[in-house]
């Protein structure tokens, strides 16, 4: 485990909004299987302007540990802001996506890194086989956020609105997309590249915590504009 400690170099980056309920724990979780795979790794926590006592308690608990970064945005970004605003802060090498709203389980953090670690792949993507607590719309929206770029594009995302690690130099390429559809773009990108891309099988449960608007109908509308948006460039160049 020692060689693996030096060599790898990971920020964890995590977007919080009115997690009150959940982070603190979930991301000390995280820490705890973290720190047993790199000595060389960063927590950068941005919360996108929360309304509950979110703010307060990531101060308290983290504001002077060594390891962590802790941004508070003063004003709401929106998700697809806030994630691309730590994407750009991340340092090291590998810049590992988790959301600490509760719907996701920490002890995949370890098959995640194991999987970049087994594979050399350049992203690793939290499948979820089953989204428990879905609606009907979200399964339906989800359905078609992965069935579009397969289409158009002839790039299985896997599942791209989920936790994933990808390598820094993916991370901060140019991007079209505005919307949440940027992480799908990055994925296709990545393939279109030839890069290596990785997956396995995570745990997701909606908890009904957070207030998280990733399946809002304006926002599925910005994702639809960037699919076309990016589809056209790419015809044209």
Not at 60 to 74: A, S
Request: aromatic share 12%; charged share 25%; with cysteine.
């Amino acid at each position: 485990m020692k060689n693996i400690k030096n060599n790898l170099s990971i920020s964890l980056v995590i977007p919080t909004y009115n997690d009150e309920k959940t982070v603190i724990q979930q991301i000390i979780k995280c820490e705890n299987i973290l720190k047993n795979f790199s000595d060389n790794y960063e927590i950068i926590i941005a919360d996108d302007y929360s309304q509950d006592n979110t703010r307060k308690l990531l101060l308290e608990n983290f504001e002077k540990r060594k390891k962590y970064k802790i941004i508070l945005n003063n004003k709401n970004l929106g998700i697809s802001g806030n994630v691309r605003q730590l994407y750009l802060l991340a340092k090291n090498n590998y810049i590992f996506f988790y959301s600490a709203d509760g719907d996701w389980n920490p002890n995949d953090t370890k098959l995640m890194i194991q999987t970049l670690l087994r594979d050399n792949a350049d992203i690793v993507i939290g499948k979820r086989n089953k989204k428990i607590g879905y609606t009907f719309y979200r399964n339906a929206l989800s359905f078609f956020h992965k069935l579009l770029p397969l289409i158009l594009f002839g790039v299985d995302t896997i599942d791209p609105g989920g936790i994933k690690i990808i390598k820094k130099q993916l991370a901060q390429i140019p991007l079209i997309s505005t919307s949440q559809f940027f992480e799908a773009e990055i994925i296709i990108k990545a393939k279109q590249n030839g890069y290596k891309i990785s997956w396995c099988s995570v745990t997701y449960k909606k908890t009904f915590y957070g207030s998280g608007h990733g399946g809002a109908i304006s926002s599925a509308l910005r994702a639809l504009i960037d699919v076309f948006k990016l589809r056209f460039t790419t015809f044209l160049s």
